[in-house]
């Protein structure tokens, strides 16, 4: 479980670390390059309910 919550806080970091720089100078593509980032970012942490739910289950059996 270690694993997934250290892969999003990479995800979280590389997140913040691209807004604070801002490399693309066009509004429109960075906008979408920050919605596509967080879209990943909620699947992930989605993913992440996933497991823990699954794990807990297992657990009650």
């Known amino acids: 479980m270690k ?3 250290y892969i ?3 995800l ?3 997140f913040v670390a691209y807004n604070f720089y801002k490399p693309i100078q ?3 593509m960075d906008t979408a390059i920050n919605i596509l980032f967080a879209s990943v970012l909620f699947l992930y942490i989605a993913y ?3 497991l823990v739910l699954k794990r807990i289950g297992k657990k009650d059996k």
């Open 8 to 10: 999003y806080v990479g």
């Open 26 to 28: 066009d509004d429109r």
């Open 48 to 50: 992440i309910a996933y």
């Open 3 to 5: 694993k997934q919550l």
């Open 12 to 14: 979280i970091i590389l």
